[in-house]
T-cell receptor
Framework: EPEVTQTPSHQVTQMGQEVILRCVPI?????FYWYRQILGQKVEFLVS????????KSEIFDDQFSVERPDGSNFTLKIRSTKLEDSAMYFC????????????FGSGTQLSVL | DAKTTQPNSMESNEEEPVHLPCNHS???????IHWYRQLPSQGPEYVIH?????VNNRMASLAIAEDRKSSTLILHRATLRDAAVYYC???????????WGAGTKLIIKP
């Protein structure tokens, strides 16, 4: 079965530094998402992306966050100035069509902000 | 607001059927019910979804109550690999996000 690929699997950074989390969605998918999960807590929606623009974003996705699909295959999440509370597992997901298609998730990037 | 209610945890014996309940009493007529699971240290994985009729796939069955206020995910013969957190999610077609609750942690005893 096709897979969503995320790199790196672990990222350690200093507070205030910029990080870019990378994802390669499934090739014919059209809708892309970032979710995060703080250790021991619920999965939280961050942002959805379609047709090269943000479709919807949560309150978590503030000005420090941005997403980009730079080359038609990669989908990136950038955090400009990381905070301690950004430490979490970040999951990328993709979907082919909108209505009731299942989401395919990557295995995540564990971000640790020191 | 996840708008679904699930037990925090359940235990089952290996090779026995498992019934995971979900309450969604305020569901609207067009909301689908999706189930995902998350194995330890992995990303969520789609299990099954449905609207009104019961649904079967290679992983599980989904039984939806006639009034649609509740549903049950059925694993017909649980294995140790089925130990995971199972999430019941209401999904309105056209929304771009899924709202996740706390899920049910399924423990499989050998």
């Amino acid at each position: 079965e096709p897979e969503v690929t995320q790199t790196p699997s672990h990222q350690v950074t200093q507070m205030g530094q910029e990080v870019i989390l990378r994802c390669v969605p499934i090739s014919n998918h059209l809708y892309f998402y970032w979710y995060r999960q703080i250790l021991g807590q619920k999965v939280e929606f961050l942002v959805s992306f379609y047709n090269n623009e943000i479709s919807e974003k949560s309150e978590i996705f503030d000005d420090q966050f941005s997403v980009e699909r730079p080359d038609g295959s990669n989908f990136t999440l950038k955090i400009r100035s990381t905070k301690l509370e950004d430490s979490a597992m970040y999951f990328c997901a993709s979907r082919w069509r909108e209505l009731n298609e299942k989401l395919f998730f990557g295995s995540g990037t564990q971000l640790s902000v020191l | 607001d996840a708008k679904t209610t699930q037990p925090n945890s359940m235990e089952s014996n290996e090779e026995e059927p498992v019934h995971l309940p979900c309450n969604h009493s305020t569901i609207s007529g067009t909301d689908y019910i999706h189930w995902y699971r998350q194995l330890p240290s992995q990303g969520p994985e789609y299990v099954i979804h449905g609207l009104t009729s019961n649904v079967n796939n290679r992983m599980a069955s989904l039984a939806i109550a006639e009034d649609r206020k509740s549903s049950t995910l059925i694993l017909h013969r649980a294995t140790l690999r089925d130990a995971a957190v199972y999430y019941c999610i209401r999904y309105s077609g056209g929304n771009y996000q899924l709202i996740w609750g706390a899920g049910t942690k399924l423990i499989i005893k050998p």
